[in-house]
């Protein structure tokens, strides 16, 4: 693996996750891969489990790590190509990339969709020019429509944690105020649709009508608009609010009845409560269910840190 910036890059979903539960079983192991090594993680956006736990892997495996804070910390980044710097931009990528590409043998970047642009958000620019003027594997640490490391820490959540064979996972709406990206329901779905394919999990996406995601992620994955019907059976439930992607960044709709409670959860077959964190309570989700047995939601974040050492161990292998 050179880059990891979706599923696309991924040879093998099955190794990647039991290199994850591996990694978890024995965190030191490959202390001697990433030595002298350095991994820079640049942040455009806010974030707490990907940057610990990013940060706690490259550890684990003996690389030192630089992090900052883009626009912050450093100056304003210019990822247009020929336009006149004469606004708020003092760098443009093609510099800052080239100079961290130097720095660094590994370069992490969380850049979150705009919302106002579509288009501009599905070219994932950020990530694109990083990659062409870095020269150095990139990971994607959520961009404008993925978050592929949570999703890979979802599959080994749900690996670890399913009591039959083939479970049945449900990725389900939850009600918002804000406007969120679609990153983390794309991801799921893509890793998900793999997952059908492998035989591994069952998936159906329930979500009011206008929320529905774009083709080319939810796929063909079945698509139920009523949350109680979608969760009948279910093993798992994964909560997640993002905007509209066809009236894109809008909220068209706060419905309270799609928050996830104990009532909901009862519908399914024992299900697991999952959901990626920073969670609002009691607006997204109920008390009552984060704080319950059925709640994976703690777990699927510790899980961050090996998704994080499976994706590294892989790139410091080719360097
Ligand atoms: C981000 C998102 O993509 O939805 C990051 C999730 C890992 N979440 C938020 O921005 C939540 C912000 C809020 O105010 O609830």
Redesign the pocket.
């Known amino acids: 693996m050179t880059n990891f910036l979706s599923l696309a890059d991924v040879t093998d979903i099955d190794a990647l996750i039991q290199a994850g539960l591996t990694a978890k079983s024995n965190p030191f192991v490959d202390q001697h891969l990433g030595k002298n090594k350095t991994i820079g993680l640049l942040f455009f956006n806010s974030s707490l489990r990907t940057r610990l736990s990013t940060q706690k892997a490259a550890q684990n495996l003996g690389m030192n790590v630089i992090t900052m804070n883009v626009g912050q910390d450093s100056w304003g980044l210019e990822m247009e190509e020929g336009v006149l710097m004469n606004a708020d931009k003092a760098e443009h990528v093609r510099e800052a990339a080239a100079v961290i590409g130097r720095y660094c043998d590994v370069i992490g970047i969380r850049a979150?969709a705009e919302l106002k642009d579509r288009e501009k958000d599905y070219q994932e620019q950020v990530m694109h020019q990083f990659a062409k003027y870095a020269k150095v594997p990139i990971v994607n640490l959520?961009s404008a429509t993925r978050?592929p490391l949570?999703s890979l820490a979802d599959c080994i959540t749900i690996e670890e944690a399913k009591k039959v064979k083939r479970p049945k996972v449900v990725l389900t709406w939850l009600p918002?105020f804000?406007p969120?990206?679609q990153?983390?329901a794309n991801s799921f779905c893509e890793w998900m649709n793999a997952r059908v394919q492998s035989g591994d999990v069952d998936f159906v996406v329930t979500h009011p009508e206008g929320y529905e995601l774009a083709p080319e992620f939810v796929g063909n994955a079945q698509v139920i608009y009523n949350q109680d019907e979608a969760f009948k059976g279910a093993d798992f439930i994964y909560g997640k609010?993002w905007s509209s992607y066809t009236d894109y960044g809008k909220v068209l709709t706060q419905d309270p009845s799609w928050a996830v409670t104990m009532d909901d959860l009862r519908l399914t077959n024992n299900g697991k409560f999952m959901h990626?964190?920073?969670v609002?309570r009691n607006l997204k989700v109920a008390d009552e269910v984060l704080d319950s047995q059925q709640s994976l939601v703690i777990e699927q974040a510790a899980n961050r840190e090996w998704s994080a050492q499976a994706v590294l161990k892989e790139i410091l292998l080719t360097l």
Request: a positive charge; proline letters at 13%.
């Open positions: 979150f959520e978050h949570q918002h804000k969120l990206p990153a983390v609010n990626c964190l920073p609002r």
